[in-house]
């Protein structure tokens, strides 16, 4: 008589570990939640974005550029040590990226008005019209929620960064 043996016990196949997506910045192993729209590859099938803080940074950058890329101060005529300035706090994140919320100062303007807060305050209301101010401030005020940094840094395409 034959004796059969057991059959051996089936292995069960590992789970096949996805690779999910990840920030393009070096070193950042955090999950990319932002897609940079302005980016984007056409035919191919994978896009590149940010997790939240470089999202927030990129955000910055490309914002800071193009507020730059004026030139010139817009308090002296200056033209070098360009800094962008903000009205309103950048803490505020509803206006943080408007482009009525900033201007393009020289260092040295841009920390006088620092320093001066009330003076900056009248300084802005008389630039850009007490109404528009106002607005602006409340605008901060009432924003509440997530930002769509997508749709920011769709707002700003990117610049390829100044060779000083």
Same mark, same amino acid.
């Given at each position: 008589?034959?004796?059969?043996?057991?059959?051996?016990?089936?292995?069960?196949?590992?789970?096949?570990?996805?690779?999910?997506?990840? %920030?393009?910045?070096?070193? $950042?192993?955090?999950?990319?939640? =932002? =897609? &940079?729209?302005? &980016?984007?590859?056409?035919?191919?099938?994978?896009?590149?974005?940010?997790?939240?803080?470089?999202?927030?940074?990129?955000?910055?950058?490309? +914002? !800071? /550029?193009?507020?730059? !890329?004026?030139?010139?101060?817009?308090? $002296?005529?200056?033209?070098?040590?360009?800094? %962008?300035?903000? +009205?309103? !706090?950048?803490?505020?994140?509803? =206006?943080?990226?408007?482009?009525?919320? #900033?201007?393009? /100062?020289?260092?040295? %303007?841009?920390? +006088?008005?620092? @320093?001066?807060?009330?003076?900056?305050? *009248?300084?802005?209301?008389?630039?850009?019209? #007490?109404?528009?101010? *106002?607005?602006?401030? @409340?605008?901060?005020?009432? +924003?509440?929620?997530?930002? *769509?940094?997508? #749709?920011?840094?769709?707002?700003?395409?990117?610049?390829?960064?100044? =060779?000083?």
């Amino acid at each position: 008589m034959i004796q059969r043996r057991k059959p051996l016990p089936r292995r069960r196949a590992k789970p096949r570990r996805i690779r999910s997506p990840r %920030c393009v910045v070096r070193g $950042c192993d955090r999950l990319r939640v =932002v =897609v &940079c729209p302005s &980016c984007e590859r056409g035919d191919r099938d994978w896009e590149h974005g940010y997790c939240l803080t470089h999202a927030k940074q990129e955000a910055d950058r490309r +914002f !800071s /550029l193009a507020v730059r !890329s004026i030139g010139r101060c817009e308090g $002296c005529g200056q033209t070098e040590g360009l800094q %962008c300035s903000h +009205f309103i !706090s950048r803490r505020y994140l509803g =206006v943080r990226w408007t482009r009525l919320n #900033a201007e393009c /100062l020289c260092r040295g %303007c841009h920390k +006088f008005l620092t @320093e001066r807060p009330l003076e900056a305050r *009248d300084r802005a209301r008389e630039r850009l019209s #007490a109404a528009v101010y *106002d607005e602006l401030e @409340e605008q901060a005020r009432r +924003f509440v929620g997530p930002v *769509d940094y997508a #749709a920011v840094l769709a707002k700003y395409p990117p610049v390829a960064k100044e =060779v000083a």
